[in-house]
């Protein structure tokens, strides 16, 4: 039966089959030369037929006429973009090194360049309908029309500062070169009503860049390779562009009436309060001394300079003190002016203050309010040099009896050391020295020390260490718009600010140190719990604080009356390191929790605060958290950790807005 099945099987090799290898797998064209030339036969049957050809030809003419209208052009508007970015660079580099000559000629060359890259551009037009592709053209076309506006604002801008380069510390030749430093500011500043209308160009071309900007989707990119990067540029330039916007929409009130808060063409007249910030108060620190100055079309005249203490002394009639200055401020019976500053609000604390102020036998009208803190003065002084005021050399070295500039040791020096009898305007030497920094400023060249003078002050102002409360509404509306008024600003999501009054301890602040940390814990429904820790740190020795053998006391222990505001309707879960039962109420739109804790000399002490926010966690898993800084602090160590994990660390010398991503 097997030889009967072998009989059947066919042992002839079939044609197409070469060798037994080549039968268990197809066989190319490269294995066999008859394959080869049948295809080459077939190719060259195939290339005269004249269908072939004409398909070929259409082909090969889309090839050419694509390249033609894309990719030449892309390149050529690639080409074009590169000169731009470089040109934008040199640009940015003029208006970093202030030179507004220079900053005014780069913008026009910008402006060129930016010309090229939209005739390039519009050379591929028709993209407008070609589906995708449309998208990607539509986006470069709007970021291109929000490029020369952006360029119109910036050239508003520099074409109006330039005629007052030399009087800002700028590069470049000012209009106002004549005459002493005096003299250039008055004539600066009757003029300056013809520039201020330009802000509304300004503002007006910004809002078309926002326009424009919101037309661009960064959806439309990838959020992997290179598509992230450009997504989150897009997302940073909207951002950034939102922002500018709303700065100078805000902005707007101030500038336009600048001219008239700097005394044209009537005088103003200004309360200056200074705020000593190694003893901190709800504002920034314990008032200590006041001047009076007169704006007369810019050019500063000081009026009056006194302790606050006389004035405090004029006024009859006082209030019984609130509860937390019966509470921990002790032999104090009565509101004081020098007390006043109770609310962490600086317009709201200034209402009290002058409702104290005008009842004073030594008041005068005035037309806002300005406090200044011992950092500002020391960031003038470190540009400035040297000052002698009041018999006394002043100089930001470092002090060692105090490990801290020598003017600071100086002035609580002045101010708090017992001496025998009474001293005649203890604390006037503030006054005095603030003055003495003025006039060492107006009566150099401007172009030694205005334009870092002028940017310090900024900086300050940013950090609150400069705090303005004027008496015109739209001057108020402005100066909050940029907030430079101290308030406790409204916010949608979580928000944090610690403020804290030390009430009886010297100096001390001047010595502690402090670090916060704020732990978020999220539930799976979306419910937060945070925990708040203020760590504090004096590693400092005490004074010998027996004022009976004439001694300074600097250091002893703080007496540190606290509360913390959070987002209103938040609930307290716990709470660790008040010496004092907590309390819970709301205050300035915000729910707050007060305490009262102490940190001794070469000590340590520890506050912990766990509450549940008044809301739950989104889909999207972000949440957005403003922390406002108290004025006249320092700049604090803060860290954020979410479920244990670290998400930003930071020192936090403003007032600072993050996007948390908590899931």
Same mark, same amino acid.
């Given at each position: ?40 036969? %077939? ?16 082909? @090969? ?24 970015? !470089? ?21 026009? %060359? ?48 520099? &074409? ?25 500011? +008055?004539? !600066? ?57 709303? @700065? ?69 009639? %006082? ?170 600003? +409204?916010? &949608?999501? &979580? ?56 001694? @300074? ?33 709301? +205050?300035?739109? %915000? ?45 604090? +160590? ?26």
């Amino acid at each position: 039966m097997c030889m009967d099945n072998l009989s059947k099987i066919n042992f002839e090799t079939p044609k197409s089959v070469v060798n037994p290898i080549s039968a268990q797998a197809p066989q190319t064209a490269y294995s066999s030369p008859k394959r080869f030339g049948n295809l080459k036969e %077939k190719l060259k049957i195939l290339f005269k037929n004249r269908k072939f050809q004409v398909s070929l030809a259409i082909v @090969l003419l889309l090839v050419v006429l694509s390249t033609i209208a894309v990719v030449i052009p892309a390149l050529k508007t690639y080409k074009a973009v590169k000169v731009t970015y !470089a040109q934008a660079k040199v640009t940015a580099d003029a208006i970093k090194k202030q030179d507004v000559e220079l900053a005014s000629v780069e913008l026009a %060359k910008t402006k060129d360049s930016l010309v090229d890259v939209q005739k390039n551009l519009h050379a591929m037009g028709y993209l407008k309908f070609v589906p995708i592709a449309s998208w990607y053209y539509n986006d470069a076309d709007h970021l291109l029309n929000a490029g020369f506006e952006g360029l119109g604002a910036a050239t508003i801008l520099v &074409d109006s500062i330039k005629p007052y380069a030399d009087l800002l510390g700028l590069k470049g030749q000012g209009s106002f070169v004549g005459g002493s430093a005096q003299q250039r500011i +008055e004539t !600066a500043v009757k003029t300056m009503s013809k520039i201020t209308p330009k802000i509304d160009d300004i503002a007006d071309k910004l809002s078309i860049v926002q326009k424009e900007i919101d037309q661009v989707d960064p959806g439309h990119y990838p959020a992997i390779g290179a598509g992230k990067k450009v997504r989150s540029g897009l997302e940073n330039l909207r951002l950034l562009t939102d922002q500018s916007v709303t @700065l100078i929409n805000n902005s707007r009130p101030l500038i336009k009436i600048l001219p008239v808060l700097l005394g044209e063409p009537d005088d103003k007249k200004y309360l200056i309060v200074f705020q000593n910030d190694k003893e901190i108060r709800p504002t920034g620190g314990f008032i200590t001394a006041y001047s009076v100055f007169r704006l007369d079309s810019g050019v500063v005249h000081v009026e009056a300079s006194s302790d606050i203490y006389d004035l405090d002394n004029t006024i009859s009639g %006082k209030s019984k003190a609130p509860a937390p200055i019966l509470d921990y401020l002790d032999n104090v019976n009565v509101l004081n002016l020098r007390d006043s500053n109770l609310s962490p609000d600086f317009k709201v604390s200034m209402t009290e203050f002058m409702k104290l102020y005008n009842r004073a036998r030594g008041k005068t009208n005035i037309d806002g309010i300005i406090a200044v803190d011992t950092q500002a003065l020391v960031a003038a002084m470190e540009i400035l040099g040297d000052i002698d005021a009041g018999g006394i050399k002043f100089t930001t070295k470092n002090d060692p009896r105090c490990d801290c500039p020598q003017v600071i040791y100086e002035l609580e020096e002045y101010a708090d050391r017992p001496v025998q009898g009474t001293r005649a305007n203890r604390k006037d030497i503030i006054g005095q020295l603030m003055y003495a920094i003025m006039q060492k400023a107006f009566s150099s060249s401007p172009k030694l020390y205005w334009g870092p003078l002028f940017q310090t002050m900024l900086t300050q102002i940013s950090e609150k260490h400069i705090l303005f409360n004027m008496f015109n509404d739209q001057a108020q509306l402005g100066l909050e718009g940029l907030n430079a008024a101290g308030r406790i600003m +409204e916010f &949608d999501g &979580d928000y944090l600010h610690l403020n804290e009054a030390n009430f009886g301890g010297a100096k001390s602040n001047m010595f502690v140190s402090q670090n916060v940390t704020q732990d978020y814990s999220v539930g799976s429904d979306g419910a937060i719990t945070k925990t708040v820790t203020v760590n504090y740190k004096n590693p400092f020795p005490p004074s010998d604080c027996n004022l009976e053998r004439g001694n @300074l006391c600097l250091n002893a222990v703080l007496r540190d009356w606290f509360r913390v505001y959070v987002p209103k309707g938040s609930k307290l879960v716990s709470s660790q390191g008040s010496e004092v039962k907590m309390k819970t109420y709301d +205050e300035l739109g %915000k729910t707050v929790f007060e305490g009262f804790i102490t940190v001794r000399p070469q000590g340590v002490a520890k506050l912990t605060l766990t509450y549940s926010l008044p809301f739950k966690l989104g889909d999207k898993s972000v949440l957005p958290l403003m922390i406002q800084k108290q004025p006249g602090t320092n700049a604090n +160590e803060y860290l954020v950790n979410v479920n244990g994990r670290k998400l930003e660390e930071f020192k936090l010398s403003a007032d600072k807005t993050l996007n948390l991503t908590l899931r």
